[in-house]
């Protein structure tokens, strides 16, 4: 059984920034890929970032230039440097990855952008 626990969530201001972080745990032999997904209320799940094995990168046009994903394969962590926050971005902040041959979701973490 794989566990992914969000990290990092919180309030902050507009043109703030804040940091999530999510770690694997668990049985795992490889994590092919980790991503975020978003959700605010009232809307669709909508895929904010993710990191392949071989280092691809896809972003939300939304967040192009103000994101950042990374990964540390060592600590199968990955993480989310947002920055330049919008009220926009205040969604349920849900990690996802890919481990061996299922996929996992983390609880979310709240990201709420408000001044």
């Known amino acids: 059984q794989v566990q992914l626990v969000e990290s990092g969530g919180g309030l902050v201001q507009p043109g703030g920034s804040l940091r999530l972080s999510c770690v694997a745990s668990g049985s795992i032999f490889k994590i092919a890929a980790m991503a975020w997904y978003r959700q605010a209320p009232g809307k669709q799940r909508e895929l904010v970032a993710a990191?392949?094995?071989?280092?691809?990168?896809n972003y939300a046009g939304s967040v192009k230039g103000r994101f950042a994903i990374s990964r540390d394969n060592a600590k199968n962590t990955v993480y989310l440097q947002m920055n330049s926050l919008k009220p926009e971005d205040t969604a349920v902040y849900y990690c996802?990855?890919?481990?061996?041959?299922?996929?996992?979701w983390g609880q979310g973490t709240q990201v709420t952008v408000s001044s």
């Open positions: 990191i392949i094995s071989g280092g691809s990168i």
């Open positions: 996802n990855a890919h481990v061996d041959t299922r996929t996992y």
